[in-house]
């Protein structure tokens, strides 16, 4: 493989300053803005940090231009719940067939044997896999802080890489911590992230029952007062059968829910559920591949569901341990699964069945995403005042030429490695196929001795339990 062309010095100079300015221009402009659509030919004109326009003809007026003929400029991908710190365990449990199996390995058996270092390596791996992919927001569902060193490992490696990084914080399901959460979100939101406006942002994550790992973790009132207080957003996982469809109608009834709400997967749930999360505004993240491959309740990813109440989801990863790295997986599979299930209601009758198409799944994967986050007025689309959060993908090479639709280009024929550059905030995080000031072979190093150094306190565990 040829090494990659370095980054223009010019691309090198900081994003927020308003004086830079980058012109990209040739190519096919995917803008997932409704008012806008689909530019042939276009140009994105970047100014800082911020898109400043898009068109065609766009003057250069001393930017630097950037030659995308061939390719197609669009919007970053959402990831809406991802949990980051396992990375080192990918695909550690590839044929797990329930939570179960999942609690009992990764989070009875592994999680606690994680170190701050090892969190911080793992969160770092997934966010420079995410952006690898052209996944520009990420947000880190991060239930292994057993202590604020553990939570400082995650938010720093969040950091670290440039993301748009949404660190939801979580005490750990199972095994010995210090009892610092949920008191500690306030130090975290004091020391990293104080307001909402840069690109790391802070969120209270709980789940929806004391089920799964007893009533410390349940969401209710007394979390939702802390989320309150710290004026955070609150991601709730395990959102799935009736006991979490009695919950979440009991929020609704106690003022707990609202837009600052993101309740994840969402399966099997009640209609009168489904109502309360539409009239109260929450926000709904699917984990298409998590629901169907592990089995989570009835295995259904609930998109129709979300749409029949007014509900545009979010799309997510969920575990890697399990599952896909990437967005593209996600996309294919919930398209897939949708339409399945669509035919198949109507097969043997007269009526129609109601299909969403691949311009619905890139929205679940960009702008739908960014609102499922709160993040919709600065990502999600290439919209002129929001931040230059895009992807730039080949469309020559021999999985996407030649170019005939591009959203079907994107959902269907691209992959991470058709992405050849990636910009969050204005700021070049992979350029011409590479990332940005990444020493894969130090990450590769340090990853293998993480494994090592976690598969070594696991023995002695063992050891010490016989």
Not at 229 to 242: C, E, T
Not at 319 to 337: G, H, K, N, P, Y
Request: glycine share 8%; hydrophobic share 45%.
């Amino acid at each position: 493989m040829s090494p990659a062309t370095p980054l223009p010095d010019a691309l090198r100079r900081p994003a927020a300053d308003p004086d830079r300015r980058v012109l990209l221009t040739g190519g096919t402009v995917v803008t997932m803005d409704p008012r806008t659509g689909v530019l042939d030919r276009g140009d994105v004109l970047l100014r800082g940090d911020r898109i400043a326009a898009v068109g065609h003809g766009l003057p250069s007026d001393g930017a630097l231009v950037v030659d995308t003929t061939g390719s197609i400029v669009a919007p970053g991908l959402v990831d809406t719940h991802r949990h980051a710190w396992q990375a080192q365990m990918r695909r550690t449990i590839p044929d797990v067939d329930d939570l179960a199996g999942y609690l009992r390995s990764t989070l009875v058996r592994v999680a606690p044997a994680y170190t701050p270092e090892d969190v911080h390596l793992g969160t770092r791996l997934a966010a420079l896999t995410a952006l690898d992919g052209g996944i520009t927001t990420m947000l880190d569902f991060s239930h292994n802080s057993r202590s604020g060193a553990h939570a400082d490992a995650a938010i720093t490696a969040l950091a670290d890489t440039g993301i748009r990084g949404v660190h939801a914080s979580m005490a750990p399901h199972f095994g010995e911590w210090e009892g610092q959460w949920p008191r500690d979100l306030e130090r975290l939101r004091s020391t990293y992230a104080p307001t909402d406006d840069g690109l790391l942002t802070l969120r209270l994550a709980a789940l929806a029952t004391p089920d799964v790992a007893g009533a410390r973790l349940a969401y209710g009132a007394e979390l939702a007062r802390v989320a309150g207080d710290l004026d955070i957003g609150v991601s709730l996982d395990a959102v799935f059968g009736p006991a979490a469809s009695d919950a979440v109608v009991s929020w609704g009834r106690q003022g707990l829910l609202g837009p600052h709400v993101e309740a994840i997967h969402c399966t099997a749930l009640s209609p009168e559920a489904w109502a309360a999360l539409r009239d109260h505004g929450a926000t709904v993240s699917l984990a298409p591949t998590s629901d169907a491959q592990i089995g989570l309740e009835d295995a259904v990813p609930p998109v129709d569901e979300a749409l029949a109440h007014g509900i545009r989801p979010g799309l997510s990863v969920d575990v890697e341990v399990a599952l896909a790295s990437d967005m593209f997986t996600q996309m294919r599979a919930l398209l897939t699964i949708q339409r399945m299930r669509a035919v198949h209601a109507a097969y043997g009758t007269s009526e129609e069945p109601s299909r969403i198409t691949t311009r619905d799944v890139l929205d679940f994967a960009t702008l739908a995403g960014a609102r499922t986050l709160r993040l919709d007025d600065r990502t999600g689309s290439l919209t002129p005042g929001k931040q230059a959060d895009l992807i730039v993908v080949d469309a020559e090479a021999v999985n996407t030429m030649p170019l005939h639709d591009a959203v079907g280009t994107l959902v269907l024929g691209a992959d991470r490695a058709n992405i050849t550059s990636v910009w969050v905030a204005g700021r070049v995080r992979k350029w011409d196929g590479a990332l940005v000031d990444v020493d894969v072979d130090a990450l590769r190093s340090s990853v293998h001795n993480s494994v090592a150094a976690i598969a070594a306190r696991l023995a002695d565990a063992d050891a010490r339990d016989r």
